[in-house]
C-alpha cells in the first residue's frame, strides 16, 4: 500500500471525525441526546482524559487536573510522531498492507483526538446550557492544549440488573456498551483490532 493511499485514508477518516464534531458542537447542548434506534443513541459529552473519561490526576495527588491536561496532550503530540514514523517505515518497507491499513487508522483516529485537545478550547466557547459557536467573538472556553475531546456515538445495546450468583458484579444495573466515543476512537480501535487478528501477517517472522 503506498504511502499516497495511506495518507488518503487518514485523510477520510480525519474529515468525518472533524465534520462530526464539530456538527455535534454547534448543534447539541452538553448532555443533549437523539435516539436514533433503541441500541444507538447520538448523544453530547465532552471527554478532557484519557479512555472512559479517565485522568492522570485520579492516580495521583501530586498533579492538578490542569497540569495534568498538558502533560496528556503533550504525551499525545509526541506519540503521533511516534505513530506516523511507523506508518512511514512500514510503507518504505513494504510492509504487509493490512500493517499500513491498521496504522494509518491507529494515526488518524490518534491525530483527531489530538486536534480537540490542542484546538478546541481556543475555537469553541462552552457547551453548558448552550450550543456552541464556532471562533467566539469573546474566545472559547480555555487555551491551548487545554480542549476536551467531543464524544457522541453511544450504543446503549442492553439493560438490566446481572445475575446474582455472578461474583463482583451480582445484582448491579449493567449496560453494554456504557461508553460514548467518537469516530476517531473507532478508528483507533479498527486499528488495534486488526494488528490483532492479522498479526501473523501485520508481522511477519522473517
Known amino acids: 500500500m503506498s504511502l499516497k493511499k495511506a495518507s488518503l485514508l487518514i485523510f477520510i477518516v480525519l474529515l468525518i471525525d472533524q465534520i462530526s464534531k464539530i456538527y455535534i458542537k454547534t448543534h447539541f447542548i452538553l448532555g443533549e441526546d437523539v435516539t436514533v434506534f433503541n441500541w444507538f443513541r447520538i448523544y453530547f459529552i465532552e ?43 512500514t510503507v518504505k518497507s513494504k510492509g504487509h498492507y493490512l500493517l499500513t491499513i491498521a496504522v494509518a487508522l491507529i494515526f488518524a483516529g490518534a491525530l483527531g483526538n489530538i486536534l480537540d485537545s490542542v484546538f478546541y ?35 446503549p445495546i442492553w439493560k438490566g440488573y446481572l445475575p446474582e450468583w455472578l461474583p463482583i458484579w451480582g445484582g448491579k444495573f449493567f449496560t453494554f456498551f456504557e461508553p460514548v466515543f467518537n469516530v476517531a476512537d473507532v478508528a483507533i480501535s479498527t486499528g488495534f483490532v486488526m494488528l490483532l487478528l492479522f498479526n501473523k501477517k501485520a508481522f511477519p517472522k522473517d
Open 121 to 155: 478550547g481556543m475555537i469553541f466557547n462552552d457547551s453548558h446550557g448552550q450550543i456552541a459557536s464556532f471562533l467566539p467573538v469573546d474566545g472559547g472556553y480555555d487555551s491551548i492544549l487545554h480542549g476536551k475531546v467531543v464524544d457522541m456515538l453511544y450504543f
Open 47 to 89: 471527554n478532557e482524559g484519557m479512555a472512559w473519561g479517565t485522568k492522570i490526576s485520579d492516580f495521583t495527588s501530586y498533579i492538578s487536573d490542569r497540569t495534568a491536561k498538558t502533560s496528556l496532550t503533550v504525551f499525545r503530540i509526541f506519540a503521533i510522531f511516534g505513530i506516523g514514523y511507523w506508518l512511514y517505515a
